[in-house]
């Protein structure tokens, strides 16, 4: 990749900042233009609004898309609807960029296994910029989601649990889909994290009754309980996971070159029960990582990229936007690794970053996503079986680190 010689030159680090500014910029002329078009910030703020005037958060507010978030989000979400479309849209972005770039930025200093040079830390920020552009473009949640993840992580290997737990449970309630690498994470520390994370859990679901009638705020989370049981199955154009490949497939095996349905719901048994073997396995894995690794920023790299990369092949609601989440761990592998699986993780890399851009004029383009995952998922599963020895200057400097103390 050419991505590092690029910014490898005086304060490249300014470089990749100078970049994420003109991105904000960007998207802050974006909003003033377009402030209610192409955005999803309509239906949050909306549901701020609902919420203060007593009405349900999930009905069909048509042209306006579903409400699909936990009643927490509307009464957090109150200060940037009082902004209004325009201001609150830029400051909503402005937000996700900065705990996205604060996440991926911990992430280098407190997580990655190994030390990079100011060059290739800065490749390692500008590419994020473009692993997390689809999602900010529609003002969506996902960096800022995975952002609090990464805090989650960095936190979880200085011995910070609350901090690890507050970071975990906030990005859960931001949107459910990162809820399997948070439990992942909580893994690693069985005896200081999880009832930590459930007690910030709690303590978020438990907001909205210090802002309304408790009956009325029940009567929201009844609400939210039968939507996402609704809609679980409900699928649309935008989905890339391991279902839409395998809609490709069953289309091409019967002679058919076109477009699959991809609005088709996932009535499968089968389909259902490679999801529960998947995540069976992906546990098993990072339990059996837990076992052998005696480094805690291996560890937690190891746990985090798995628990990621299972999310984007068989979570719920997994759409192209929805890669972001992949992009800090996918381009750490990139500029991490140099061994004999390498192919992969290049691959990987161009079917996501790169492929996953291009419209999807053919089926097999709807495929680049989920099989770029794939192919990162094999790398990892590699990379988890080396133990390389850290060169004396790196076996220093992760000396000079805090540890986990494992629990039994």
């Not at 898309?65 to 849209?89: H, I, K, Q």
């Amino acid at each position: 990749m050419t991505v590092v010689p690029m910014l490898a030159g005086r304060n490249p680090l300014k470089r990749a900042l100078t970049l994420w500014i003109i991105v904000a910029v960007v998207l802050a002329v974006r909003t003033l233009v377009e402030p209610v078009h192409h955005t999803i910030f309509p239906v949050l703020a909306g549901s701020s609004a609902h919420w203060w005037t007593d009405q349900s958060l999930y009905a069909d507010y048509a042209p306006l898309d579903f409400f699909r978030y936990p009643p927490t989000f509307a009464v957090v979400f109150t200060p940037l609807t009082a902004l209004g479309s325009r201001l609150g849209g830029i400051v909503w972005s402005w937000l996700s960029i900065g705990v996205f770039v604060l996440g991926l930025w911990r992430f280098l200093r407190d997580v990655a296994p190994s030390s990079w040079t100011p060059g290739r830390e800065a490749a390692f920020l500008a590419l994020g910029a473009l692993g997390a552009l689809r999602g900010l473009w529609n003002a969506q949640s996902n960096a800022l989601a995975v952002g609090l993840l990464l805090l989650a992580a960095a936190a979880l290997v200085r011995r910070r649990w609350r901090a690890a737990a507050a970071m975990l449970a906030g990005s859960v309630l931001l949107k459910l889909t990162p809820l399997a690498p948070a439990l992942l994470l909580c893994m690693i520390q069985p005896r200081r994290l999880p009832a930590r994370f459930l007690l910030f859990l709690g303590l978020g679901l438990a907001l909205p009754f210090l802002t309304r009638p408790p009956d009325m705020v029940a009567n929201h989370y009844r609400e939210w309980f039968y939507h996402l049981a609704t809609t679980g199955s409900e699928r649309w154009p935008g989905f890339r996971d391991a279902w839409t490949v395998w809609l490709v497939l069953r289309e091409m095996l019967q002679g058919r070159f076109v477009a699959p349905p991809l609005r088709e719901p996932v009535q499968s048994w089968i389909y259902r029960a490679v999801q529960l073997g998947t995540a069976a396995a992906a546990l098993a894995w990072c339990l059996w990582q837990r076992r052998r690794c005696d480094d805690p920023r291996r560890l937690t790299t190891l746990v985090l990229a798995m628990g990621l990369a299972w999310l984007m092949l068989f979570g719920p609601a997994v759409e192209f936007p929805s890669y972001v989440f992949l992009t800090p761990v996918l381009i750490w592998a990139l500029l991490e690794y140099r061994g004999s699986c390498r192919h992969l993780v290049v691959a990987a890399f161009v079917l996501v970053m790169l492929l996953g851009w291009a419209p999807a004029v053919t089926p097999a383009l709807l495929t680049v996503l989920p099989m770029g995952t794939t192919l990162f998922m094999c790398w990892l599963i590699a990379y988890g079986q080396t133990n390389p020895t850290p060169s004396r200057k790196a076996g220093k400097e992760m000396a000079e680190r805090p540890r986990l103390q494992y629990a039994a």
